[in-house]
């Protein structure tokens, strides 16, 4: 029996954990998907358990090479951002894995910000908006101010990607891609490392960075096969179109977080687009690429859940439902029933309701309807701070939001 060539990739999502073999023809041709329950760090937030999904892709990996049927020849790797490891000289972890969400000390921040000239003055700088532990270059700040006696153990500091990279090859890297995504670790003015780095004495503890596209091999446990260094996810999403458009467009990457991704708009960020959660990110080929950022996987998930407890409805009731251009007309003719959750119509110019009252929806479709109108105009307002100045004409839309009959059928309506 000849075994078909594949290649192996681990997708880390937030919620979600996959595994994919691709054949040559980048056909899926098997899949597994797995869920972690949230651990917590030493102050009781949340924090992914990182030593339960390293011992889960090695199990997986292994099983995939007993496959009769296949014969993995490469592997890479991808993961959500703003995740840093900080491990010993052996790559093994030495703190937990800090959750992005995890609150950062306002008047430490506050200081931070002080002592790089200004709030914005760094934002601009970094390319990134003021997010606190989502920059996550200033964990690394918060760590050896609040947190020394962890923070003196630490000899390697890098991004997810290339920590579940690490596992396979044992090499210790970092990629741009993840360096230069909202980090607050790299000066887009300069194009270099930022000075606070050097100036609180953290510099040393990043690891080489190299470009995507290198190539270890993994360890003899592994077979010896050739590994990339992992990818940020957004940049992972958008290079399948790259390498196979060739006119202009927009990707509109979707998940936890919705990622507007503009590969053609060069225009320089602002103030007032950076404080919309607009930034750049450092793409596969190293250029700056203009993004905006949207939390709508979290808000639905919240949302829905309130929706289910209310309605008295079993669990993926929404998934059964399809566009319906009348309840689309009818939720359309009554705005701001909805109370967002974790966004702020507010910033983009929007209004929303001043409480999220049930009793004024019809059914459980009324609210769910409702409720995607109003993330759908959100949307939109995010998807035209990077779909301006550039010749854009057309859209793709990938992960888990593509699936959502509603969403996309709305999208479709209202641009």
Not at 18 to 35: A, C, G, I
Not at 167 to 175: A, E
Not at 315 to 333: D, H, I, M, P
Request: hydrophobic share 35%.
């Amino acid at each position: 029996m000849n075994k078909i060539s594949v290649t192996a990739i681990f997708d880390i999502g937030k919620t979600n954990k996959k595994f994919f073999l691709f054949d040559q023809d980048l056909e899926v041709v098997y899949q597994t998907y797995h869920r972690l329950e949230p651990g917590v760090d030493e102050d009781g937030f949340q924090s992914e358990p990182i030593d339960e999904l390293k011992s889960w892709m090695i199990d997986t990996f292994n099983k995939a090479r007993q496959m009769e049927e296949f014969e993995i020849t490469r592997i890479n790797f991808t993961s959500y951002g703003a995740t840093l490891v900080h491990t010993d000289e052996y790559g093994q972890p030495v703190t937990p894995l800090y959750d992005y969400l995890k609150p950062f000390p306002e008047e430490l921040l506050d200081r931070f910000y002080e002592e790089q000239g200004g709030r914005m003055e760094f934002c601009t700088t970094t390319a990134s908006p003021p997010l606190a532990m989502l920059n996550s270059g200033l964990q690394l700040y918060f760590l050896k101010i609040e947190k020394p006696e962890q923070f003196k153990n630490i000899k390697h500091t890098f991004h997810l990607p290339q920590y579940l990279s690490s596992i396979f090859t044992g090499k210790f890297v970092s990629d741009f891609t993840s360096i230069g995504c909202h980090t607050g670790l790299w000066d887009f003015r300069m194009q270099e490392y930022h000075k606070w780095l050097k100036e609180n004495e953290v510099l040393d503890l990043l690891l080489p960075a190299m470009n995507s596209s290198s190539i270890f091999k993994t360890l003899p446990q592994f077979g010896e096969i050739p590994s990339g260094i992992g990818v940020h996810d957004s940049s992972s999403a958008l290079l399948p179109y790259l390498k196979r458009e060739n006119e202009p467009f927009m990707l509109l990457s979707t998940g936890t977080w919705a990622i507007s991704i503009n590969p053609f708009n060069k225009s320089p960020l602002t103030e007032s687009e950076l404080l919309k959660d607009c930034l750049q990110f450092i793409g596969i080929t190293g250029d700056p690429i203009k993004i905006s950022r949207l939390f709508i996987g979290e808000e639905h998930k919240y949302q829905v859940e309130k929706m289910y407890e209310f309605f008295k409805k079993p669990l993926g009731t929404y998934k059964k439902l399809a566009f319906e251009e009348g309840r689309f007309n009818q939720v359309k003719s009554k705005p701001n029933r909805v109370r967002f959750h974790y966004l702020k119509p507010e910033a983009y110019g929007l209004t929303q309701a001043e409480s999220m009252n049930f009793e004024e929806f019809e059914d459980f479709e009324d609210a769910y309807y409702s409720f995607i109108h109003e993330l759908t105009d959100l949307q939109i307002a995010a998807l035209k701070l990077v779909w301006a100045n550039s010749s854009v004409s057309r859209m793709f839309i990938d992960g888990g939001f593509n699936a959502n009959e509603i969403f996309v059928g709305m999208l479709r309506k209202i641009t």
